[in-house]
């Protein structure tokens, strides 16, 4: 999410202090695992232009809604064979017409441009890691500043997530599975990975609004890493925690006692993921060395 001038004011006080607004309701999306491609390799060719050339390029789904704003999951690498699994949640404005090009025609914000960017360093890092991304926009993230502001939509997010982290974790016992999350998206990892299975070792906040905790030790089992630029205006966010309001503490905030994350390359807020940034590279340091107890960086 990018909001500009007083509207990224308006959106940092209205997410510190969660003014809740109604929004419409929304399903638990379906987990599943790699025999869902063929169903949704159906459903996307039946939906037509783009959606049916993503997949007669040769790209797999494991779940694809066009109802609404959409629901997409991509997956990357052989699933069915990863030890080591990644999966990446967007935040605010994130919708299935955008998926690929980017909100606002910005390639760097794509879902899927971010995970196919940490997929091939993932592989850079490691020629012979058998590893997965998936690019999960598997929920109805909030459209805007208003609907951002409460944690409705973020617990829904985190449901449907811990649905997928569980069959993960069941079909493949043996792997590690890392959650990342930007802007809102990081307090949907959060949420899912308190009740995930043992799984799931690592959450990364990039760029995080909040956590629905105060400190990452309340994680118990898990490592927290965070990653937040000097540019990104997501540290005007109050850190605001009062019965029913705030998200508490941000990720990024030294209080909340996460992993740093290095941040040189990263502008702004969307610029986690980018080619050639640190934090990308350490992202794919955490998610290889998931089983390790210091993959990279220092607890604070």
């Known amino acids: 999410m990018r909001p500009r001038g007083a509207g990224r004011l308006a959106l940092a006080t209205l997410l510190g202090m969660n003014l ?56 990357l690498g052989d699933l069915a064979d990863a030890d080591r699994i990644a999966v990446l949640v967007p935040g605010v404005g994130s919708t299935l017409a955008d998926f690929d090009r980017g909100l606002g025609g910005v390639a760097q914000r794509a879902p899927a441009a971010q995970a196919g960017q940490l997929y ?34 973020a617990r829904r997010g985190a449901d449907a997530l811990g649905a997928l982290l569980r069959e993960l974790a069941a079909r493949r016992p043996a792997a590690t599975i890392t959650v990342v999350g930007h802007s809102y998206g990081a307090l949907v990892v959060s949420l899912a990975a308190a009740g995930a299975p043992g799984a799931v070792t690592d959450v990364v906040s990039l760029g995080g609004v909040g956590a629905g905790v105060q400190h990452a030790d309340d994680l118990r089992g898990r490592r927290f890493w965070a990653a937040e630029a000097p540019t990104d205006w997501i540290r005007r966010v109050p850190p605001v925690r009062l019965p029913g309001l705030g998200f508490g503490r941000r990720p990024g905030d030294p209080a909340f006692g996460a992993r740093t994350l290095p941040v040189g390359g990263v502008a702004g807020h969307d610029g986690y993921l980018t080619p050639g940034s640190s934090t990308l590279a350490a992202v794919a340091t955490v998610v290889l060395a998931a089983a390790d107890a210091d993959p990279v960086g220092d607890a604070r």
């Open 20 to 75: 809740v607004l109604p929004v419409r309701p929304e399903p638990v999306a379906a987990a599943g695992f790699v025999e869902a491609y063929p169903v949704t390799a159906a459903a996307m060719r039946a939906a037509g232009p783009p959606y049916a050339d993503w997949v007669a390029g040769g790209r797999r789904f494991l779940l694809f809604d066009a109802r609404g704003d959409g629901r997409v999951v991509e997956v």
């Open 120 to 153: 091939r360093q993932l592989l850079a890092t490691d020629p012979g890691a058998r590893v997965s991304v998936l690019a999960w926009l598997g929920y109805d993230p909030p459209d805007g500043v208003l609907t951002a502001a409460g944690t409705a939509g």
